[in-house]
């Protein structure tokens, strides 16, 4: 990115108070309150995370908080031992906690489960003796690559409680991916499934794991969990003395498992991110660090209590699965909603119908999903009571203020603090939030940091500005350790500008007159049109304020004259016209926000966009066919199709 400062074009004046009932009973109440503990954070934040550390459970207590002789390779709480899984499960069995829902579980086609705290304490333990009779052990690499079933998370739990690494492969990934990922963290076992559900479709999980294992040679083991227990399992091949049935290896194991006594930093888990071109990168996050401020974000952000029911929509297979499904909301006590699905499946209001049945207080989903139910229409919201709702969040990518209103409104009942989360793979945890009793909040903006999160809006030569690169002062607990056998890497990508002095997430930024962070998009999705340097991000959500306008994707793409000229690729809703008055009347809405320099090259109507499978719009791609490219790297695309008729769409404009 070059030195001059980003152009802000969004001017967002709205603004909401939590409401005094809410702000009475949470954890932290006032503004007051929340500068006074900031302040002790950043002023000894080694006295701030020791005194947070001693809410948990240790085998041996820490000698030092923080070590930062190897910078950027920080280490927390070293000396210390302790077992996240303990701190997950057994702690709360000398409370009333352990005969209350920790999972509450719903599979697509219906069925439901509930485990308590004392029943996923004897399930995690006989998984991990199960393990452990296989050859499993401290160190060992596990691939987990499962449906969102409760098997899922008591895996996790396991390797956790065994000391094994675990490393989840969404289970939406290719064959390709399974490989890339086992072969470079080279995993000893694959736990799997026969098969899921998707949208009223069996996934042959075990089939896709036979195929991308086949050349691996590390694998000794795969473990495959049965679906339906109590039916015929879903076709698939079992190789002799490789191949266990999980319901067989538990048959005969133990109900208890003594807990590993892990070193702090022991590698608690591999998390691979998807790179633009290269292959993935193997995240490390180690156990006490992330341990305590998973514990620490979970229990003030979403104000955790134990009569709520937290419903998280994020597969286990990214970030936010393990720190606020697993980690985070086992470690305060709650109860944990998980559903198997799709949100369309059997129709639109699946999500809606699921918050009704089991009264969920917390709902924390993505802005790309909050856009496709927009685009699906407020009837399906409206059909149902959502009155249990007190608490909403989202996480992923920024929210365009007005999917931020509609979500308020139809959604939250203009009642329901919204904490709209910034943070990464990298970080563990969310680093940028409001908290619901304490900040107000502007559509669109993540509002200020975290305990102990020191940001930083900086020039590419490290002067502060008001817009500009986004970074992080100091190191924090959940901190990525490194990338996995890439320690240059790691330095080069997160360390390197500034001396070296800041983290940088590789987002652009800017700060409001009142000190709110507004995320503007990725720094490789900033346009520079006749000088003008402007977040994508920012520009996407003025397309959206059309009420035509369901989601859209803007991109940069070459321009003889302004150096960069814009395609705007947009979602119509349904019941709108996608005509040529419909793009005169965006064209007007640009004009009068931005000026007629951000004028669109082209306005492509388009049913999707390209996207990850985690939910993010995939704009290099969108770039590669608005230049007519060869596409890059697309092994993490969730519907291949979309290319094809995009680039059909794009050709006929």
């Not at 990168?281 to 156990?287: E, P, R, S, V, W």
Request: proline letters at 6%; glycine letters at 8%; a negative charge.
């Amino acid at each position: 990115m070059k030195t001059q400062q980003l152009d802000t074009i969004l001017k967002e004046d709205r603004k909401f108070p939590p409401a005094k009932s809410f702000s009475k009973s949470a954890h932290i109440g006032s503004m007051e309150e929340y500068q006074a503990l900031y302040r002790q954070s950043l002023d000894d934040p080694e006295a701030y995370w020791s005194k947070v550390a001693e809410e948990l459970q240790w085998f041996k207590k820490w000698e030092t908080v923080l070590d930062s002789s190897d910078k950027p390779f920080f280490k927390w709480f070293t000396g210390g031992r302790t077992n996240i899984c303990y701190n997950c499960v057994d702690s709360h069995l000398k409370s009333a906690t352990r005969n209350k829902a920790a999972i509450i579980w719903e599979g697509e086609p219906g069925e439901e489960r509930v485990l308590t705290y004392s029943d996923l304490f004897r399930e995690v333990c006989v998984f991990a003796n199960s393990l452990k009779a296989i050859g499993v052990g401290k160190g060992d690499r596990v691939a987990i690559y499962l449906p969102m079933i409760p098997e899922l998370v008591i895996a996790l739990l396991a390797c956790a409680r065994i000391g094994a690494v675990h490393s989840v492969i969404f289970a939406g990934f290719s064959a390709e991916s399974i490989k890339d990922r086992v072969l470079d963290s080279e995993s000893k076992c694959v736990i799997t499934a026969d098969g899921g559900w998707r949208r009223g479709k069996v996934l042959p999980l075990k089939n896709i794991v036979d195929e991308g294992v086949s050349e691996c040679p590390c694998v000794e083991s795969v473990v495959v969990v049965q679906r339906h227990p109590e039916k015929e399992p879903f076709a698939c091949q079992m190789q002799n003395g490789r191949d266990y049935w999980y319901h067989d290896l538990a048959m005969d194991q133990p109900r208890k498992c003594e807990p590993e006594h892990c070193d702090s930093e022991d590698m608690l888990f591999l998390l691979y991110t998807s790179g633009t071109t290269g292959k993935p990168k193997g995240i490390i996050h180690t156990t006490a660090g992330y341990m305590v401020y998973t514990y620490h974000t979970a229990k003030y952000i979403f104000d955790l209590k134990p009569e709520d029911v937290y419903f998280c929509t994020a597969d286990v297979g990214w970030i936010t699965g393990h720190s606020y499904i697993v980690y985070g909301p086992l470690q305060n006590g709650a109860t944990v909603l998980i559903y198997e699905g799709a949100p369309n499946w059997p129709d639109e209001g699946r999500f809606w119908e699921i918050i009704e049945k089991y009264s969920a207080t917390i709902f924390y989903t993505a802005p790309t999903a909050i856009r496709a139910f927009m685009k699906w229409g407020d009837q399906w919201p409206a059909k149902k009571d959502l009155s249990s709702l007190r608490l909403l969040g989202t996480v992923g990518e920024p929210i365009n203020p007005e999917a931020w209103m509609w979500y308020h409104e139809k959604i939250g009942g203009e009642k329901c603090p919204i904490v709209d989360t910034w943070w990464q793979t990298e970080t563990g945890g969310i680093l940028l939030s409001p908290l619901p009793g304490v900040t107000p909040t502007k559509p669109g903006s993540a509002t200020l940091p975290f305990f102990g999160i020191e940001p930083a809006i900086l020039t590419e030569s490290g002067e502060e500005a008001t817009a500009g690169l986004l970074s992080i002062r100091n190191p924090w607990p959940g901190i990525l350790r490194g990338i996995y056998g890439d320690s240059e890497k790691y330095k080069e990508t997160y360390w390197p500008k500034w001396e070296g002095n800041y983290y940088f997430p590789g987002d652009g930024a800017r700060k409001d007159e009142d000190g709110y962070y507004w995320i503007v998009g990725r720094v490789d999705d900033v346009v520079n049109v006749s000088g003008h340097r402007i977040g994508t991000a920012e520009l996407e959500s003025i397309y959206v304020e059309h009420p035509a306008i369901a989601e859209s994707a803007v991109v940069g793409v070459k321009h003889d004259i302004k150096g960069q000229g814009l395609v705007s690729f947009v979602i119509v809703r349904e019941g709108f016209n996608a005509d040529d008055v419909l793009k005169g009347e965006l064209n007007d809405l640009v004009a009068k926000k931005i000026g007629k320099f951000a004028l669109p090259e082209k306005i492509i109507f388009s049913a999707d966009v390209p996207k990850t499978r985690s939910g993010k719009i995939m704009r290099r791609l969108l770039r590669d066919i608005a230049e007519g490219r060869a596409l890059g790297n697309v092994t993490t695309l969730a519907e291949p199709d979309v290319i094809d008729s995009l680039k059909e769409t794009y050709s006929e404009e």
